[in-house]
């Protein structure tokens, strides 16, 4: 974009579906800010530097990191989803783009500007966030931060509460001098584990898992991790029957699918089990790319900060894993798919937005790949970086091993500014049978910890060998052998720092290793 508007200098935006041609007449609603930052956060994860890409046209290696300062809307005070926006319509798409600026700052540390704008950005949701906490309700649809007044038009979108708890404890750890944003992660939890209702309106509130288990883990509070993973997964109580139709009687089941469409497993996927496709013939479920891929982002890593959720997590990631590659057209017959011929002759690698339980054009059975575009008639095709932008998020955690069908998962790649931690990987066993698993050695002669369990599952300085039971998880730390161990407060460390949040207290299979004293010299 060379016009310069707002921002001053030339940006770039990526178009978030297939084929609408006039997506580029109005430059400034061409592109979002979900889609655009999701595509390069995806990019940090997988190890390219985003700050110094080669693009068509352009001599020199180019800072794409830097150009998404644009969606910073001055007057607003945030990141919003498109240039020139204004908030006050929904707070998943306003958001968003804040808890994306923060990982790129996390990821891209050189970019001052970027960080600088996340800073005041932050500051301005801690404004809205403290008042939301002193009226004592955050079930509205957005927030208007210019006229600073919550607003609700036609529907709410109460797990709010979740993304800014996340965005206030990321900017925390940031910027720990600044007691406002640790003030309103802990008002925001407290609200959020005050409701009795199920407040998941898209997927913010998987950050409200994260955001509770990190603030129960380092600060000792107590909110109930397990009843906000269990809203991700159940049926969410703020949806009906089409997302903004609250009648309770006709919620459209969003949260995580089940079992099988037609033929084929659909486990894991994020979306509707009875949406409204198109006639009650027709009706069933509908289960979306970008909010599967991006529920991995918060829940692996929260993990590593409560352990009770690790097999749960765990097995949802292999469903979700094995079902997600049914987004993409070379995974479907081309009869269960609405835009084969465009995908045989461009690209496989840009999944369809959804997938349908039934042809939503026939009533015959599914799965079918489609999207809103031709279903709602805006667009000619329903593949779009839009619902891929994230899956970098699952390309960057999942990892195969030798084990048929046993994933190894990294819990600390999506955890941003985090306090120094050792390797974890997340381990769960499908099978019917143990599974043998090898995990290649660290670098060091390490042992390593099982945070589920409570054990030593090895000590080597080459790879180790693991056997996992069935439907276990194994929570794998990888500890070097030369620090010392030591015990406090529920806590496991090595050296000074922290291996496992909730260890038992001091036993031989502890002292095994060493002293049960806390050593605070740095590792």
């Known amino acids: 974009n060379e016009t310069k508007a707002p921002w001053g200098e030339t940006t770039f935006g990526l178009p978030s579906y297939v084929g609408m041609r006039n997506q580029w007449g109005v430059f400034g609603n061409a592109h979002e800010g979900i889609v655009t930052m999701g595509v390069l956060l995806s990019g940090a994860l997988l190890g390219h530097d985003m700050t110094r890409r080669a693009v068509p046209g352009s001599p020199e290696p180019v800072n794409l990191v830097r150009m998404q300062e644009a969606y910073f809307a001055q007057e607003e005070g945030v990141f919003l989803n498109r240039i020139g926006w204004q908030s006050g319509g929904s707070f998943w798409y306003e958001l968003t783009p804040s808890i994306l600026a923060g990982a790129l700052v996390a990821a891209y540390p050189g970019e001052e500007t970027l960080a600088e704008k996340w800073h005041a950005s932050c500051r301005r949701w801690a404004e809205a ?12 649809q957005a927030y208007d931060l210019r006229k600073k007044q919550a607003v609700v038009r036609r529907w709410r979108e109460p ?124 009706r069933g479920g509908y289960a979306f790319a970008m909010e599967t891929f991006a529920y991995a982002w918060p829940l692996v890593a929260a993990a590593r900060y409560d352990n009770r959720i690790a097999r749960a997590v765990g097995k949802w990631m292999h469903a979700a894993a094995h079902s997600a590659r049914l987004f993409y057209p070379d995974q479907l017959p081309p009869a269960k798919q609405s835009d084969w011929a465009w995908a045989s002759k461009h690209s496989t690698a840009i ?33 779009g970086i839009y619902g891929g932008a994230l899956s970098g ?38 099978r019917f049978e143990t599974a043998q698993v090898t995990l290649p050695a660290v670098g060091e002669p390490t042992r390593v910890w099982d945070a ?56 031989p299979s502890i002292q095994k290793y060493g002293p049960t004293t806390k050593e605070t010299s740095t590792p």
């Open 351 to 383: 999944p369809y937005e959804g997938l349908m339980e039934k042809n939503n054009r026939t009533g015959e059975p599914g799965p079918f790949a489609s999207g809103d575009p031709s279903n709602q008639g805006w667009g000619p095709i329903n593949l």
């Open 393 to 430: 998020v699952f390309g960057a955690i999942v990892k195969p091993t030798p084990a048929a069908g046993v994933l190894a998962l990294d819990t600390r790649r999506t955890d941003f500014f985090a306090k120094p931690s050792f390797p974890t990987t997340l381990l769960y066993n499908p």
């Open 159 to 282: 797990d709010a509460a979740a993304g800014l708890a996340f965005l206030m404890q990321m900017a925390h750890a940031k910027w720990p001098e600044e007691q406002a944003f640790s003030n309103e992660t802990r008002h925001s939890l407290d609200w959020l584990s005050a409701q009795d209702r199920n407040p998941n309106y898209e997927f913010l509130a998987t950050f409200g898992v994260y955001a509770a288990a990190r603030c129960n883990a380092e600060e000792g509070t107590h909110y109930d991790v397990g009843k906000v993973f269990g809203w991700c997964f159940e049926d969410s109580a703020v949806r009906g029957i089409g997302p903004h139709l609250k009648d309770p009687a006709k919620s459209d089941g969003w949260g995580v699918v089940n079992g099988r469409w037609g033929d084929c497993d659909v486990a894991g996927l994020v979306g509707v089990s009875r949406g409204a496709l198109s006639t009650p013939k027709m």
């Open 129 to 140: 966030a403290r008042h939301l906490w002193q009226i004592n309700d955050f079930n509205f």
């Open 452 to 507: 589920v369990a409570n054990r030593w599952i090895g000590d080597a300085a080459s790879d180790i060998e693991i056997a996992i039971g069935p439907d276990v998880a194994v929570l794998a730390t990888f500890i070097p052998a030369r620090l010392k161990l030591g015990f406090e407060h529920g806590r496991l460390y090595a050296g000074n720092i922290i291996a496992d949040y909730s260890a038992p207290p001091p036993a």
